[in-house]
């Protein structure tokens, strides 16, 4: 099952064991009122996706970094833990992928511990 696709042409292997993790987070911000209250407004929701992988091939991760590392925005097909299909939405890198070498076959590298973490871009309701 595919689980993410970013910027609509790398499709990542699917994950297990925990290693797949998207979940809706309120944006919220804390408000003093002059009265000395306090109140949380609710500014909208946003989706996070966390991703693991242990080994992952050379080619494949080239190509991830260079999207996850850009700085830039980017669209994200995504399996949301509400839904059974995919959804698409802007993201940004908020945790950023530092995967180890692990070991080369046939002389190409496969890095170990390919992990990072992406937030929507626009909150929504």
């Known amino acids: 099952m595919t689980q993410l696709i ?4 790398i499709y ?3 994950t297990s ?3 797949y ?11 003093e009122m002059i009265s000395g209250r306090v109140v949380q407004e609710v500014r909208g929701t946003v989706q996070i ?3 693991s992988y242990d080994y992952m091939g050379n080619d494949l991760m080239r190509q991830l970094n260079t999207v996850l590392r850009s700085g830039q925005s980017f669209p994200v097909a995504y399996l949301p833990d509400s839904g059974d299909s995919l959804v698409v939405s802007t993201f940004l890198t908020v945790d950023f992928p530092v995967p180890e070498y692990a ?3 046939g002389g190409n590298p496969f890095w ?4 990072f973490q ?3 871009v626009s909150p929504h309701a």
């Open 118 to 120: 992406l937030r929507e």
């Open 103 to 105: 070991f080369s076959r």
């Open 6 to 9: 970013i910027n609509n042409t």
């Open 112 to 115: 170990h511990n390919v992990a």
């Open 21 to 31: 993790k998207c979940y809706p987070q309120l944006l919220t911000q804390q408000i």
């Open 49 to 51: 996706i966390e991703y």
């Open 17 to 19: 064991r925990g290693n």
């Open 12 to 14: 990542l292997p699917e």
